[in-house]
């Protein structure tokens, strides 16, 4: 099942009531809708208000959502209309519909890092998580290395990773499930540390 | 878990993706280690972000809003239409159930439909037109007693009605 | 709870009667149910309440949520739409201002009628008593709160039924519900989060819009009210219990020579409005019945004139005013 349809079942299941599956949604696609915000809202604190806002907006405009575009599509339009409004309420020029309307921009992804979070605490805990993940990352035998960069860097189906790989579909799926747990086991006591340990 | 990490990739086969995504609504637990992953696909593209306390304002928002509960669309009710019943029909008391389409949708409105059972010919005469039942609405609600009693339902029974609404 | 629920049930299934047989001890029931409908209609407007409520007519649903309070002998009101197109009212006294961000239209109009006179008139209490028969049922609860219920049973199928459902406590409607006359709901509406009393802050009564609305279409619907007195249509024959309450000329704005006589008829509780306008000549006017959500609408020519009747009553009592209605002196 593709990530269209993913995002599908996760929206029908919300839209039943569980919200659980609109915080999977959130989980996944809050970078992506913060780096987007971030190209028209400077401060790193209030593109992360802004993001916010526009997942509650969606949440409540998601009864109207009906499949016909893909969820991050309609996300994309209620999160560039959140900033708008913002920007104006700021009195701040609104960016002009063209720098931004375009189907390409939605998929635009300029790989710019989001501008520092602002909190000293945030950052330090920014700047933990990175140097966990690639230590973590440097130490993990060769082919569960791979087998997760080629996921998650490049982008690639499991079925293409076996090819490149040479190896089956299984071991693909295996690997990369072993990668993630063994960075997700160092992650775990730093991020068990914040603040606020119940997520 | 290696299930979550293949449901995330779009790997899993529609019935067992189906089953595990509503397995993972079980459990706070299962939605962690959905974040997780997550987090380490975002760190290893450069973005790590503020880890858990960003999640956590979120959560304790989405806490916070009353639970959507949107009814099951049902396929066949798209397009909110106004039938406009022939004068024969009327006569023999067939009442048409029908939904204005959403006030301010241009050019949304459609004031002719099929003739209903009871046959009539299709009247050419000018039917209802929407902006003006949107008035007569209105005008009506301004003005009704019972919104002494019914309060806020006669708002929304006038100017709340919305396209097609959300089917049950 | 479920034998609560059973007999609830009963109520429901009975054939004739709307709400079933009842052992009543008459006069007494009715003045402390009657009493009830008063508590109702001041409670919304005197106290300071917060909540969320479900609307669902037919296919209809829709959430809301709403923020009332009283401050100083004015009342202000928040009505927010929590799906669908993100819509927000907000009233103050009788002066309602909507903002519809979706198509930037801000609409600001009068409310004359009903708000401006306290509660419910006596005259109003008398027909609602004539034209229904009101009882006390069972307590129930609604959105963590303790309900009574109240059946108002038509006493005749020109009218709905409607259960009631208020706050022991305050009196403040809580859910209600319209029942027509094969016992199917028509509409109903119930809070499904309250929290009443406390003090709200202004904040809370402001529409987020406020500041980007100046920028947005604005739209204002007026309405003249004529005297009574120079009543220009009856309804001969009869829609029983429909009494004319209201007349009036409204102008319409855009529209060139438009006027438009809108006057109510009610039974002190359900109302219907005719509203009669000039037809274009030459143009035949299409006669016919829809319906609207909870609302029976029927339109029909009449000599120079169109007509539409419309109203929270079944069909049959729109169109029986629809085919009384003459004009006075002819």
Redesign the interface.
Known sequence: MGDREIDQQLVERAQRGDKRAFEMLVVKYQRKLGRLLSRFIRDAGEVEDVTQEAFIKAYRALPSFRGESAFYTWLYRIGINTAKNYLVAMGRRAPTTTEFDSEEAENFDDGDQLRDVNTPEAELMSKQIATTVNETMQALPEELRTAITLREIEGLSYEDIATIMNCPIGTVRSRIFRARETIAERLRPLLGTSKDKRW | ??RI??????????GD??AE??R??TS?DH?????????????????????????????E???A?????????SPL?RKAR??????AA?VA????????A?M?QPGGFDGTGPSMAGGGAQ??????DES??R??????Q????????????T?????????????? | MSLRHAAVAALWVAVQPVFGAFAADGGLQQTEALAWLQRIASAARQLNYTGVFVYQAGEVTETSRIVHAVDGGVEVEKLEALDGPPREIIRRNDELVTYHPETRTVRAEKRRGARSFPALLPEQLNSIAEHYEVRKAEVERVAGFDAQVLLLEPRDQYRYGHKLWADTGTGLLLKAKMIGERHQPIEQFAFTQLAIGGAISRKQLESRYALEAAGWRSERFSSNEASVSEPGWMIRGSAPGFRKILEMRRSREGVAGGSLTHIVFSDGLASVSVFIEPAVPRQKVAEGLTQQGAINIYYRGLGEHRVTVLGETPAATVKLIANTLAQTGK
């Open positions: 878990m290696e990490s293949a449901l995330m990739d779009g790997e899993l086969e529609g993706a189906a995504i509503k993972l609504g706070n939605v962690q280690t959905w974040a997780m992953y997550h987090l380490i696909g975002d760190a290893l593209r450069g973005d790590p972000g503020g880890g858990v306390a960003t999640s956590l304002a979120m959560r928002r989405l806490a809003e009353p639970t959507i509960l949107a009814p099951r669309r009710v106004l039938y406009a019943l022939s004068a009327s008391g067939v009442a048409v159930v029908g939904w204005l959403y301010n009247s050419a005469a000018l039917a209802l003006m039942v008035e007569y609405l209105l005008a009506h301004q003005h009704s007693p019972s919104s002494s009693v019914q309060g806020v339902a708002y929304i029974r006038t100017v709340g009605m919305r396209e097609g609404g959300t089917a049950r």
